[in-house]
């Protein structure tokens, strides 16, 4: 049995023409298109970089390592590869004949340095009041969903109000990949298996959910919804299991529901789609929208409640309770913009009440001002 240690040094020997990035902190992202063209994305932006691989067979080399270290296989007749890096890096290549100019290769970094909240709001990613609006929406146990685009920050947002858990609550996390970084003390982290290439092994994320529910999680957090388990999600969330966290892609809040709808229809459980829509809109209570803007920068864009689901319309019924409004561009390039609450109180603020918590005074001010 090769040592850990060994492997990881050996897998970056293998990647020695991208090594330095995959070690650089300010790098979150490096694309390799084929041997001869390599991106990094740095601060939020694509830089090319003059990295080359020897050759094609010199990265199909690196990319049949990262397969053995996870137990897979690539080749032509598996040409994708998912997995992660020793360091918990996630790395995606597709080969030919797939990618006839390929290997096409994306590394994720990942940050053993967790994202607090207040370093957010020094990036200017949220404020002082939306983070205290947040931490008494999830400390509540009310049910958020974080949505965004490709790389917007959605996993980093999901470990930072991680942190409003209350201490003494049991959280089990359920992912594909491992990538979610829980700062609480109690966390369960269970991570799903594809088939080996006989086809057997396969432990689904809808396998661990359904095993989770009796596991007596306080809270379940899904680290991306991603197809059927959208319903078990829903269902878990409308039965008791309050508290609920996760992600999925989607670029505002109302896309966010309609894409939770199309995964939760690709469960096998058959069920009309009026009961659908209606036990999705009860399920849901908060999502938290974040956005990769044109200057690099990564920020919530929208605190959205969801407060039912319109019968006659057809159309779910939200309302903002912070959102983002834009100010122009500086001659540098930088969007100006302010994340300021609504004056929409939300229809949870009982719930809130009920454990002793409350929404910052901004949030009513904003609200006495809008009802004048």
């Given at each position: ?111 053993q340095e967790?994202?607090?909240v207040q ?208 100010d122009g ?44």
């Amino acid at each position: 049995m090769i040592p850990r240690e060994v492997f990881a040094e050996t897998l970056l020997q293998f990647f020695g023409p991208v090594r330095r990035y995959l070690e650089d902190p300010a790098v979150s992202e490096v694309m390799i298109n084929g041997p001869d063209q390599i991106f990094i994305e740095k601060r939020g932006k694509l830089e090319l970089t003059d990295a080359r691989f020897s050759s094609r067979e010199a990265l199909m080399a690196a990319l049949r390592n990262v397969a053995q270290y996870v137990g897979k296989s690539i080749d032509e007749h598996r040409p994708i590869l998912e997995g992660r890096l020793p360091d918990g890096s996630r790395i995606e290549a597709i080969c030919p004949p797939a990618a006839p100019d390929g290997p096409h290769v994306a590394i994720r970094r990942f940050f053993q340095e967790t994202l607090t909240v207040q370093r957010l709001i020094g990036f200017g990613a949220l404020t002082e009041d939306a983070a205290s609006a947040l931490h008494a929406l999830v400390a509540a146990k009310l049910n958020v969903l974080i949505a965004g685009g490709t790389g917007s920050g959605k996993t980093s947002m999901l470990n930072a109000l991680s942190s409003f858990i209350p201490n003494g609550e049991r959280v089990v996390v359920i992912e594909d990949s491992r990538e979610v970084q829980l700062q609480r003390q109690h966390v369960v982290q269970l991570e799903a298996r594809p088939p080996d290439p006989k086809g057997r092994g396969l432990v689904s994320i809808r396998d661990l959910f359904r095993a989770t529910l009796r596991m007596r999680p306080d809270r379940i957090v899904v680290g991306e919804i991603r197809g059927g388990e959208a319903l078990d999600l829903i269902q878990a969330m409308t039965s008791g299991h309050g508290g609920c966290l996760s992600t999925l892609h989607a670029t505002y809040p109302r896309d966010t529901l309609s894409r939770l709808e199309t995964m939760a229809m690709m469960s096998d459980v058959q069920m009309p789609l009026t009961a659908l829509r209606i036990q999705l809109a009860s399920a849901v209570n908060i999502i938290v929208q974040v956005s990769r803007y044109q200057d690099g920068s990564r920020k919530v864009s929208h605190i959205t409640e969801v407060i039912g689901f319109d019968q006659e319309t057809n159309q779910y019924l939200t309302q903002d309770i912070f959102l983002r409004r834009h100010d122009g561009v500086t001659e540098h390039g930088e969007i100006l913009s302010t994340f300021e609450p609504t004056g929409v109180l939300p229809r949870a603020v009982e719930q809130l009440h009920e454990h002793g918590l409350g929404l910052p005074a901004a949030v009513y001010a904003a609200a006495e001002q809008r009802g004048a």
